[in-house]
């Protein structure tokens, strides 16, 4: 309790130290905004029923290229996982585009695609494939022997291995792969509204840099993190839940250590 | 109680005429790695028989084949040559009336203790209600009662090898083959473990495979100990324990049981195997 209170009086602080510094140094607010101005873009913002419009646009692009590009990436993991000669025959494609920086992807995806969200869906899904699908290969080969033994003794069949063992055995790292993959693909549908659009909160930042709105940026910069904690929040409640079982998830989350920054 | 539950004698008609012959035969079983100048021989013309009913403890020191035996009788690995059957018909894969105990207890994370129990009944596709009755009662015979629904990572070491015992238990196999189980439990713990086993059988009347490092735990629980050489891989001498049963863990202090353990640290000796290699 006391270590909350000390908490939000840090955070008190440092706005309060960052609102004195730019007016005692009269920074220009199209170099730094105090954090009042920053506050009144985003009221403004909200009012003019501005934002959410924007926010709602994104938000969509990213969640369907959420679910086609981990969807895709979960059934091309299996595959690859269970099949030798697939893995043998993909394996020169999957190095090589993990080693690019998918985002870098974004101009030609726009140019193929065009302005609206069918590029940014795509962007999205193409950027939040790769941290499913190598999680759900790791995963599903993760299956420890004695357990793969177990089963066999059994006489249980290849199906029977897969469902009972091989799929619950690869869910902590399918998790940890979904909760990166949200992020990645927020990340996604912003730089290709960056590269163009005609709406988002990516489109939006443009636009206020060009007309200097920094105050403005700062809002959307806020609006951002808000809906990355909510869309990453949301993998995380669903985690907790399905891997109960899971002493990682319980100690909580050293698996998505390695989550953020494209 | 627990012939209601684990008995046999009621499901099986032909029983009788079984009884008397033995329930596995191994016949110059041998094993080998690799081909060529490379190969390795990890089991040599092994071959025993083991009578219905009975439980048989295998020794030897680490590199004799022991576990290697025991996979080729649980069907995950063929053998190079020569054969095992089991109640007449031969070993060529896994088979359903065989149930087996591993050196670590390997429960499923995501299953409860009576999840866990269950699998080979899932995996068999058994009567869920029926197999739910006797699971409930396997739980109840190693005390396991009031944890039915905990999750493995809220058992103790000893309590996770139970469940991996009754296990193999739940499906009725006419075999147990168990590969160390109790290994990596303490001292205290093993002990008691050894004595619970013992009662278990007493109750299933299983043929039993015993595989173990540990001479004392082999003459406690066995009516015969086979003992095996290493590099390569064969029986050495089978010695008949003639203690009577149930047998309580005072007899470790009696001089007969002394004198069998020292004739196969002997034997175990005369082999000259310590080290490691296959196992």
Same mark, same amino acid.
Request: aromatic letters at 8%.
């Given at each position: 309790?006391?270590?909350?209170?000390?908490?939000?009086?840090?955070?008190?602080?440092?706005?309060?130290?960052?609102?004195?510094?730019?007016?005692?140094?009269?920074?220009?607010?199209?170099?730094?905004?105090?954090p009042?101005?920053?506050?009144?873009?985003l009221?403004?913002?909200?009012?003019s029923?501005?934002?959410?419009?924007?926010?709602?646009?994104?938000?969509?692009?990213?969640?369907?290229?959420f679910?086609f590009g981990?969807?895709?990436a979960?059934?091309? !993991?299996? /595959? #690859? &996982?269970l099949?030798?000669?697939? *893995?043998?025959? $993909?394996y020169?494609?999957?190095?090589?585009?993990q080693?690019?920086?998918?985002?870098?992807?974004?101009?030609?995806?726009?140019?193929?695609?065009?302005?609206g969200l069918?590029?940014?869906v795509?962007n999205?899904a193409?950027?939040?494939?790769?941290?499913?699908?190598?999680?759900?290969?790791?995963?599903l080969?993760?299956?420890?022997?004695?357990?793969?033994?177990?089963?066999?003794?059994?006489?249980?069949?290849k199906?029977?291995?897969?469902?009972?063992?091989?799929?619950?055995?690869?869910l902590?790292f399918?998790?940890?792969?979904l909760?990166?993959?949200?992020i990645?693909?927020?990340? !996604?549908? /912003? #730089? &290709?509204?960056?590269?163009?659009? *005609?709406?988002? $909160?990516?489109?939006?930042i443009?636009?206020?840099?060009?007309n200097?709105?920094?105050?403005?940026?700062?809002?959307?910069?806020?609006?951002l993190s808000?809906?990355?904690?909510?869309?990453?929040?949301?993998?995380?409640?669903?985690?907790r839940?399905?891997?109960?079982w899971?002493?990682?998830?319980?100690?909580?989350?050293?698996?998505?250590?390695?989550k953020?920054?494209? | 109680?627990?012939?209601?539950?684990?008995?046999?004698?009621?499901d099986?008609?032909a029983?009788?005429?079984?009884?008397?012959?033995?329930?596995?035969a191994?016949?110059?079983?041998?094993?080998?790695?690799?081909?060529?100048?490379?190969?390795?021989?990890?089991?040599?013309?092994?071959?025993?028989?083991v009578?219905?009913?009975?439980f048989?403890?295998?020794?030897?020191p680490?590199g004799?084949?022991?576990?290697?035996l025991?996979?080729?009788?649980a069907g995950?690995?063929p053998?190079?040559?020569?054969?095992?059957?089991?109640?007449?018909?031969?070993?060529?894969?896994?088979?359903?009336?065989?149930?087996v105990?591993?050196q670590?207890?390997v429960?499923?994370?995501w299953?409860t203790?009576l999840?866990n129990?269950?699998?080979?009944a899932?995996?068999?596709?058994?009567?869920k209600?029926?197999?739910r009755?006797?699971a409930?009662?396997?739980?109840n015979?190693?005390g396991?009662?009031?944890?039915?629904?905990s999750?493995?990572r809220?058992l103790?070491?000893?309590?996770?090898?139970?469940?991996?015992?009754?296990?193999?238990?739940?499906?009725?196999?006419?075999?147990?083959?168990?590969?160390?189980?109790f290994?990596?439990?303490?001292?205290?713990?093993?002990?008691?473990?050894?004595?619970?086993?013992?009662?278990?059988?007493?109750?299933?009347?299983?043929?039993?495979?015993?595989?173990?490092?540990?001479?004392?735990?082999?003459?406690?629980?066995?009516?015969?100990?086979v003992?095996?050489?290493?590099?390569?891989?064969?029986?050495?001498?089978?010695?008949e324990?003639?203690?009577?049963?149930?047998r309580p863990?005072?007899?470790?202090?009696?001089e007969?049981?002394?004198?069998?353990v020292?004739?196969?640290?002997?034997?175990?000796?005369?082999?000259?195997?310590?080290g490691?290699g296959l196992?």
């Open positions: 309790m006391i270590n909350f209170v000390l908490r939000l009086g840090l955070i008190g602080a440092v706005l309060g130290v960052w609102e004195w510094l730019v007016a005692f140094m009269q920074v220009p607010t199209y170099i730094l905004p105090p009042t101005s920053i506050f009144r873009g009221v403004n913002g909200f009012s029923n501005l934002y959410p419009e924007h926010i709602m646009v994104t938000l969509s692009e990213t969640l369907l290229g679910v981990t969807v895709l979960f059934f091309l !993991g299996t /595959i #690859v &996982a099949s030798k000669r697939v *893995e043998y025959f $993909l020169p494609f999957i190095v090589m585009f080693a690019m920086p998918k985002v870098a992807l974004a101009p030609l995806i726009v140019v193929w695609f065009g302005l069918t590029s940014k795509i999205a193409l950027v939040a494939f790769f941290p499913l699908m190598v999680n759900t290969i790791v995963g080969k993760s299956a420890d022997e004695d357990r793969i033994n177990l089963m066999r003794s059994l006489a249980a069949s199906w029977q291995i897969f469902w009972m063992l091989r799929l619950p055995n690869a902590p399918i998790f940890a792969g909760e990166i993959a949200m990645f693909a927020l990340i !996604g549908a /912003i #730089v &290709a509204e960056f590269v163009g659009a *005609e709406k988002g $909160l990516g489109m939006l443009q636009s206020m840099n060009i200097m709105d920094v105050a403005g940026q700062f809002s959307i910069l806020l609006i808000m809906l990355g904690l909510l869309l990453n929040g949301t993998v995380t409640f669903i985690r839940r399905v891997l109960f899971d002493p990682a998830t319980q100690a909580d989350g050293k698996l998505n250590s390695d953020g920054g494209v | 109680m627990g012939d209601a539950v684990l008995g046999r004698q009621t099986l008609p029983s009788t005429e079984i009884a008397s012959q033995a329930a596995i191994i016949n110059h079983l041998s094993l080998r790695y690799g081909t060529g100048p490379k190969a390795v021989t990890a089991l040599d013309d092994i071959g025993f028989s009578r219905e009913g009975e048989v403890s295998v020794v030897g680490s004799c084949g022991k576990s290697t025991l996979k080729i009788l995950l690995l053998p190079t040559s020569g054969s095992a059957s089991l109640n007449g018909t031969d070993i060529q894969g896994p088979r359903r009336d065989i149930g105990v591993f670590s207890p429960l499923f994370p299953r203790v999840g129990v269950l699998l080979p899932d995996v068999q596709g058994l009567d209600a029926a197999m009755t006797r409930l009662d396997l739980v015979l190693v396991l009662t009031g944890f039915e629904d999750y493995p809220q103790s070491g000893g309590m996770q090898q139970r469940v991996g015992i009754i296990r193999a238990l739940i499906h009725d196999p006419a075999l147990l083959l168990m590969d160390e189980p290994g990596a439990l303490d001292a205290m713990t093993r002990e008691s473990m050894n004595v619970e086993l013992q009662r278990i059988w007493l109750e299933s009347k299983k043929t039993v495979l015993f595989i173990t490092h540990s001479t004392a735990e082999a003459v406690f629980l066995a009516d015969r100990v003992v095996m050489t290493p590099r390569p891989g064969r029986i050495g001498d089978v010695f324990v003639d203690l009577p049963r149930p863990l005072e007899v470790m202090n009696t007969k049981f002394g004198t069998y020292q004739r196969i640290r002997r034997a175990l000796n005369a082999t000259g195997g310590h490691g196992d």
